[in-house]
């Protein structure tokens, strides 16, 4: 493997470990990865350029995502720069999702039926 | 349909030079910034980096909201975003030389930094009112070394010397940033809710929510129900009536029905969107069929100019009467000039 595709690679891992905040709120363990945002890896000489879609245009937390994910590449040591470009077309689709994010909007999805189920057993 | 009077609720003569941003925070404010940009712009006129990264100057930002749009007033709002921009963004000096330069078209809010220390607010406060400042606009968390300070609009020390100050000299209007996090900050100093308690304190204010409609709509929609001195003006979240007619659709609603028509005020967020591309998405905009709050002549009326005008004292009437006759209007007898004309080369001047 060259050392670009290391770097590739280590980017990649580092980007799974930024949880995004609205699914964390939720009390689900979904990163940035998981949830499809992250449209592109592009590494050169200087640095590296993300492109990073978000699930609504004008989401309130685009900077707090772009400036976590900046800290944690940086973090790295491997580059001097790192450039988190959003990108809003195509735009962002729900089938960009993988399974662990699937998985935890099904989960959170029963647990709200399973809420609501009791709310509703207690009132009758 | 005829064109109501607009006032353009909030916008700014930006700086967003490359010399200005300060450090990491600013790269990423304008990044963000200037994603947005194509979306509403007109296609295949929007500008391009280099031309967007640009410290607008007065007489170029009033030439572009006038002449290439049909903007009546625009409502400018300086900006203390020293935590991004080495000038704030948007200098108080800015919007004194419009204020001054343009009395009939320009409203001005002149901004205040409340992390400064009480002495340097007062003498802000001052000096902004002498210059004619119709408003004042406050932002109420900052960024700093990778923590965020924020301030309440319910504090006695910080937030309630301001209000009394504005009570004393005449100034009614504050307007807030909330609603929406600038910078990776946290979301404390974006609540709502401590603004209950400053219109309670100070009925005789009008304050409104800039941004209102990004988060806490339900606090937000409550505000409106409880205190009739509260607006929502929704710069940048009135930009869904292009990106997401549905979502807009679904704010409008949830503020028509906790406020009525009277209290929410139009801002195209300009310079960085076209004006004239918010301006019609908002005329042609239409709430769902089955709406109970359908925008007609009347309601579109107030919201693009009318309830602003209100705010500040303005007659909407006379003052149209005086516009007909200045100099933006003479020169708009030939037609709007094309978008972003003016900031690529083309002045009255010429």
């Known amino acids: 493997m060259t050392e670009t595709a290391e770097r590739e690679d280590a980017v990649w891992v580092a980007l799974a470990e930024v949880l995004d905040p609205c699914m964390a709120a939720g009390g689900h363990r979904v990163s940035v990865v998981d949830l499809g945002l992250i449209t592109r890896v592009n590494l050169d000489s200087e640095g590296v350029e993300i492109g990073i879609t978000f699930t609504e245009v004008g989401c309130p937390f685009t900077h707090r995502v772009i400036d976590r994910i900046e800290s944690t590449v940086l973090g790295l040591g491997f580059f001097k720069s790192v450039r988190v470009t959003p990108e809003w077309q195509p735009g962002w689709t729900p089938e960009r999702m993988n399974k662990v994010a699937l998985n935890a909007l099904q989960s959170g999805r029963q647990k709200l039926g399973r809420h609501f189920q009791s709310a509703i057993t207690d009132n009758t | ?350």
């Open chain 2, 1 to 350: 349909m005829s064109k109501p009077f607009i006032i353009d609720g909030v916008c700014h003569p930006y700086n967003f030079a490359e010399e200005n941003l300060n450090g990491r925070f600013g790269k990423i404010f304008n990044d963000v910034m200037f994603s947005f940009h194509p979306l509403v712009n007109p296609q295949g006129a929007a500008l391009s980096r280099p031309e967007w990264e640009h410290d607008w100057q007065p007489a170029e930002f009033i030439e572009t909201m006038l002449l290439e749009s049909v903007t009546d007033i625009c409502c400018v709002h300086s900006t203390p975003i020293y935590d991004a921009y080495h000038d704030g963004l948007v200098t108080n000096e800015k919007g004194a030389q419009l204020k001054a330069d343009y009395p009939d078209r320009v409203i001005w809010y002149g901004c205040v930094d409340l992390f400064e220390d009480g002495r340097n607010i007062r003498q802000a406060l001052s000096q902004f009112v002498d210059q004619g400042a119709d408003g004042i606009k406050l932002y109420p968390s900052r960024y700093v070394d990778g923590f965020t300070e924020s301030w309440r609009m319910d504090s006695r020390e910080i937030a309630f010397p301001v209000f009394e100050f504005a009570r004393e000299n005449g100034i009614k209007n504050i307007a807030v940033h909330k609603a929406l996090p600038i910078g990776p900050i946290s979301s404390e100093g974006m609540l709502v809710d401590d603004i209950s308690a400053a219109a309670n304190c100070f009925p005789e204010l009008n304050f409104q929510i800039v941004h209102a409609g990004f988060m806490f709509v339900d606090e937000t929609a409550m505000l409106l129900r409880n205190h009739p001195n509260i607006y929502c003006t929704m710069e940048a979240s009135m930009l869904f009536t292009i990106l997401d007619p549905p979502h807009q659709a679904q704010l409008f609603s949830e503020f028509f029905a906790a406020g009525g028509f009277e209290r929410v005020i139009y801002a195209s967020a300009a310079v960085n969107p076209h004006p004239q591309v918010v301006i019609e998405a908002m005329l042609a905009f239409q709430m769902p069929e089955d709406s109970p709050f359908q925008l007609d002549e009347s309601s579109r009326g107030l919201i693009m100019g009318g309830n602003l005008a209100r705010l500040h004292g303005i007659d909407i009437e006379q003052r149209a009467a005086l516009l007909r006759q200045d100099e933006f209007e003479r020169a708009r007898g030939d037609g709007l000039r094309a978008p972003w004309s003016t900031v690529r080369g083309i002045r009255t001047d010429d």
